[in-house]
Protein backbone atom coordinates (compact mmCIF):
# COMPACT_ATOMS: atom_id res chain seq x y z
CA UNK A 1 0.00 0.00 0.00
CA UNK A 2 2.82 2.35 0.84
CA UNK A 3 4.90 1.74 -2.35
CA UNK A 4 0.86 2.57 -4.39
CA UNK A 5 0.62 5.69 -2.11
CA UNK A 6 4.00 6.77 -3.04
CA UNK A 7 3.95 5.95 -7.11
CA UNK A 8 0.17 7.91 -6.54
CA UNK A 9 2.05 11.11 -5.22
CA UNK A 10 5.11 10.63 -7.67
CA UNK A 11 2.43 10.51 -10.69
CA UNK A 12 1.24 13.86 -8.87
CA UNK A 13 4.20 15.56 -8.71
CA UNK A 14 5.13 15.48 -12.16
CA UNK A 15 1.54 16.67 -13.18
CA UNK A 16 1.49 19.30 -10.86
CA UNK A 17 5.41 20.25 -12.40
CA UNK A 18 3.78 20.18 -16.07
CA UNK A 19 1.40 22.47 -14.65
CA UNK A 20 3.93 24.42 -13.78
CA UNK A 21 5.59 24.69 -16.94
CA UNK A 22 2.16 25.81 -18.81
CA UNK A 23 1.22 28.19 -16.62
CA UNK A 24 5.32 29.84 -16.71
CA UNK A 25 4.68 29.15 -20.41
CA UNK A 26 1.62 31.74 -20.71
CA UNK A 27 2.47 34.41 -18.35
CA UNK A 28 6.25 34.80 -20.54
CA UNK A 29 3.74 35.32 -23.82
CA UNK A 30 1.65 38.04 -21.82
CA UNK A 31 5.14 39.41 -20.69
CA UNK A 32 6.39 39.19 -24.29
CA UNK A 33 3.21 41.34 -25.39
CA UNK A 34 3.60 43.76 -23.58
CA UNK A 35 7.54 43.66 -24.12
CA UNK A 36 6.23 44.32 -27.66
CA UNK A 37 3.93 47.13 -27.00
CA UNK A 38 6.37 49.08 -25.49
CA UNK A 39 8.11 48.95 -28.48
CA UNK A 40 5.22 50.42 -30.77
CA UNK A 41 5.93 54.25 -31.53
CA UNK A 42 2.76 55.56 -31.15
CA UNK A 43 1.56 58.63 -32.12
CA UNK A 44 -0.04 61.43 -29.77
CA UNK A 45 -3.66 61.45 -29.95
CA UNK A 46 -5.30 64.15 -31.82
CA UNK A 47 -7.83 66.60 -30.28
CA UNK A 48 -10.22 66.77 -33.75
CA UNK A 49 -8.90 70.69 -34.29
CA UNK A 50 -6.17 69.48 -36.88
CA UNK A 51 -2.04 69.68 -36.71
CA UNK A 52 -1.00 72.78 -34.53
CA UNK A 53 2.56 72.92 -34.04
CA UNK A 54 3.56 75.35 -31.45
CA UNK A 55 4.15 78.30 -33.49
CA UNK A 56 0.71 78.49 -33.92
CA UNK A 57 -0.21 78.99 -30.46
CA UNK A 58 1.18 81.09 -27.38
CA UNK A 59 -0.26 78.80 -25.27
CA UNK A 60 -0.07 75.06 -26.46
CA UNK A 61 2.08 72.83 -24.15
CA UNK A 62 3.07 70.34 -27.18
CA UNK A 63 1.16 67.56 -28.50
CA UNK A 64 -1.25 65.81 -26.27
CA UNK A 65 -0.06 62.93 -24.53
CA UNK A 66 -0.61 59.39 -25.00
CA UNK A 67 -4.05 57.80 -24.58
CA UNK A 68 -3.38 56.18 -21.55
CA UNK A 69 -1.67 58.77 -19.85
CA UNK A 70 -4.19 60.92 -21.24
CA UNK A 71 -6.94 59.10 -19.34
CA UNK A 72 -4.97 58.69 -16.63
CA UNK A 73 -4.33 62.24 -16.03
CA UNK A 74 -8.24 62.85 -16.38
CA UNK A 75 -9.03 59.90 -13.61
CA UNK A 76 -10.54 57.77 -16.29
CA UNK A 77 -10.14 54.29 -17.16
CA UNK A 78 -7.56 53.50 -19.65
CA UNK A 79 -8.80 54.01 -23.80
CA UNK A 80 -8.84 50.37 -25.59
CA UNK A 81 -10.41 49.49 -28.73
CA UNK A 82 -13.38 47.31 -28.16
CA UNK A 83 -11.63 44.35 -29.60
CA UNK A 84 -8.38 44.01 -27.18
CA UNK A 85 -10.80 44.80 -24.19
CA UNK A 86 -12.91 42.02 -24.74
CA UNK A 87 -10.10 40.15 -25.37
CA UNK A 88 -8.10 40.88 -22.15
CA UNK A 89 -11.30 40.51 -19.86
CA UNK A 90 -11.70 37.10 -21.19
CA UNK A 91 -8.03 36.35 -20.39
CA UNK A 92 -8.45 37.56 -16.97
CA UNK A 93 -11.79 35.72 -16.88
CA UNK A 94 -10.33 32.68 -17.79
CA UNK A 95 -7.19 33.22 -15.26
CA UNK A 96 -9.36 34.05 -11.90
CA UNK A 97 -11.68 30.90 -13.01
CA UNK A 98 -8.02 28.86 -13.18
CA UNK A 99 -7.37 30.33 -10.16
CA UNK A 100 -10.34 29.53 -7.71
CA UNK A 101 -10.59 25.67 -9.78
CA UNK A 102 -6.65 25.32 -8.35
CA UNK A 103 -7.73 25.77 -4.73
CA UNK A 104 -8.07 21.92 -3.97
Request: hydrophobic share 40%; no cysteine.
Amino acid sequence: MSTRNAAALAAVWEELDAIVMSLLEVAEMVRNMGRILGTYNVPPVSDGEGDKSASDSDSGPGPPPHPPAAAAAAGGPPMMFPQESAALAELRQQVETMKKGARV
